[in-house]
């Protein structure tokens, strides 16, 4: 199966700063999606993007579907503590399945 | 809210044991999702199902079987549990099948 890279694997950093995280694929998607983890849970679905070049916000969170269609990334603004966590991207290019990246974890001091 | 329900979220179980771990959805979904996941590995798809009594193989369906016997239920069965399937499983449906996925909580399965 195709797996994503999804870079940086960890990144800790203070509270207030900026955030950007990345993924990439060797195939075209026609969807991008974001998910955050908390410890002991699920993943829930932060940010959709189904076009090319798309730019969406939710929040703090902004992210960016690229125009190659290759890759994808998610920014959070003045971190706080509780945006710890895991983000996952997750891309689909046939819509049969989507294919997960191996995570960034986040931690946030305050 | 889209909720998806998995039965046990802590399991421990020995080698060669039946294991069946469960997944109910509230939502009417069409599609439901096992994935795996490992730290570093991200999350893997075990098996999937767009209907009920259907089921495809995902990306590494050995040593695993489901069954979806109504629309809302989809279980994930090892048939003889190994060590090597040690590991954090995650339910997840969605409506369409290029639709986010919405995901369940969880089971940390143990393989003694």
């Known amino acids: 199966g195709q797996q994503l890279n999804q870079s940086p694997q960890s990144m800790f950093i203070q509270e207030g700063e900026d955030v950007s995280m990345n993924c990439t694929s060797s195939s075209i998607f026609n969807t991008w999606l974001w998910y955050k983890q908390d410890p002991g849970e699920g993943p829930v679905l932060l940010i959709a993007?189904?076009?090319?070049?798309e730019l969406t916000s939710n929040g703090r969170l902004t992210a960016q579907f690229g125009i190659t269609r290759k890759d994808s990334f998610l920014n959070i603004s003045a971190s706080i503590p509780s945006d710890v966590g895991i983000y996952f991207c997750a891309g689909s290019n046939t819509g049969n399945q989507f294919y997960f990246g191996t995570g960034t974890s986040l931690t946030v001091i305050p | 809210d889209v909720k998806v329900t998995q039965s046990s979220r802590y399991l421990v179980k020995r080698t060669g044991e039946k294991v069946f771990l469960e997944c109910v959805q509230d939502m009417d979904h069409e599609n439901m999702f096992w994935y795996r996941q490992d730290p570093g590995l991200g999350l893997r798809l075990i098996y999937f199902s767009y209907d009920v009594k259907m089921k495809e193989k995902g990306d590494i369906p050995e040593g695993y079987s489901v069954s979806r016997e109504k629309k809302e239920r989809f279980s994930l069965i090892l048939e003889s549990a190994s060590t090597n399937q040690t590991s954090m499983y995650l339910c997840?449906?969605?409506?369409?099948?290029?639709?986010?996925?919405?995901f369940g909580d969880g089971t940390r399965l143990s393989i003694l």
């Open positions: 993007l189904y076009k090319a070049g």
């Open positions: 997840a449906s969605s409506l369409y099948r290029n639709q986010p996925q919405h």
